[in-house]
């Protein structure tokens, strides 16, 4: 293939979103939608890609400040020839330009490929058959087969309008036919806009080949103009990524149920149920079992581990053959070793829990280090905070805390310790011992009577 330099068109205003954020930077799969078209312009190594942008470019140059991008402004949007006119000084002469859209998500590389293959001496189009055909501009073609022209939906006579294959808006060319037919265009239609679309004549009238691509798969030249074309999008975006994962042999009870925002990684025989949603980078080991309705997010979950239904994970490693849920929830900084079970309604924040242990009900756990086969009791509370600074508790192995017990932090509860239930902690509980606080007696009143309901 030869020197490639592709233009990305991305000056369009997107009024029809409704929002303040620019078109592009709405996302799919938690990905900007010009982060996917980028992505993609990188796989195909090209010399030097330019973004023309206007509405809002500001906002959008420092979403991509990392990237090595050629950033062109197109103060008015005069069309889509004129938005290429724009990045004309940064062309190289002894390049082939591809043109992407800015707000075509799925924009797939392979068709770039086949079509720059194409593109040596000659323009290439991608195009594709639509059953409504409306809105787009209709690949002419003569009698032979070759493309003739490209006529926009607004200036078609009513023949033209016939043709269903319409154009994609994505194409390429060398430079130096480039170059020379985009300083010829006019604007006499019926937009009064400078259209892309008018180099197909020229090169026809230049002699230049031109060849059209049909792609059949239309959502990967889908362009986003709402937020109706933006949810659906999303639903072929996370179907496709669920596909995948079903190749891959991971079970996904339900694919139209599964939302994977970021990377997923699955081991062997992973199963998933439905309505679960994947954050950032998730990595599941072999057999790992996720129930449906959880949420996960940058975490590591090992080998044999079970997620029960409704759980929340953020930022957390597990360690294998643990148990977790229903309904927990585990925050940032928490890293359980093998076989630990949290069960419903713990909270873990910023803390270690080793082998074996236990807390099973009802518990907030913070700042705490937690040693091997610990049992903490159902409503535990470590107080971690004082309202202004916090403070750790540890855990020694094999400790056993009663339920309803506060851990008031910073505090050390002994290997083997036993803390009686109710008991609200304050200092260091010696190892292999009882300690207990709570109120001394329990009393009786025998006779006494309920409050009854004032009748009125
Ligand atoms: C264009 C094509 C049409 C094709 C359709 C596919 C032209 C004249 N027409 O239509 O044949 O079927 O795309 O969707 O090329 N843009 C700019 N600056 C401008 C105008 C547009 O950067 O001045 C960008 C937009 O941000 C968008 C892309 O170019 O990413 C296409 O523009 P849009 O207005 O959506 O396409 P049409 O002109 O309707
Ligand atoms: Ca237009």
Redesign the pocket.
Known sequence: MNKLNIVI????KGTRMYSTLP?VLHVVGAKTILAHVIDCAKTLNPNKIIV?Y?FGGEMVKEAFANENITWVK?EE???????VQQAVPFLEDDADTLIL????PLVDSSACRKLLEQANNKLAILSFNKDDPT???RIVRELTGNVAA?V?HKDATVVQRQINE????IMAMPNKYLVTWLSALTNHNAQG?Y???DIVELAVNDKVNVVAEITADEWSVT?I?SKTDLAQIERVYQLRNAQKLLQQGVTIKDPARLDVRGLLNCGRDVEIDVNCVFEGNVSLGDNVKISANCIIKNAIIEAGVQIAPFTHIDDTKIGENSRIGPFARLRPGTTLAADTHIGNFVELKNSQVDVGSKINHLSYVGDTTVGKNVNIGAGTITCNYDGANKFRTIIEDNAFIGSDSQLVAPVTIGRGATIAAGSTITRDAPADALTFCRAKDQKTIVGWKRPQKIKK
Do not use: F, P, R
């Not at 068109?9 to 369009?12: I, S």
């Not at 949007?77 to 938005?83: D, E, F, I, S």
């Not at 319409?166 to 808006?169: A, L, P």
């Open positions: 068109l991305a000056a369009g078109k023309v206007g197109q949007q005069l069309g889509t020839g004129h938005a859209l800015g707000d075509v809105g787009y501009g490209i926009e319409v154009n994609t808006g806009e259209y892309l679309t362009g103009n």
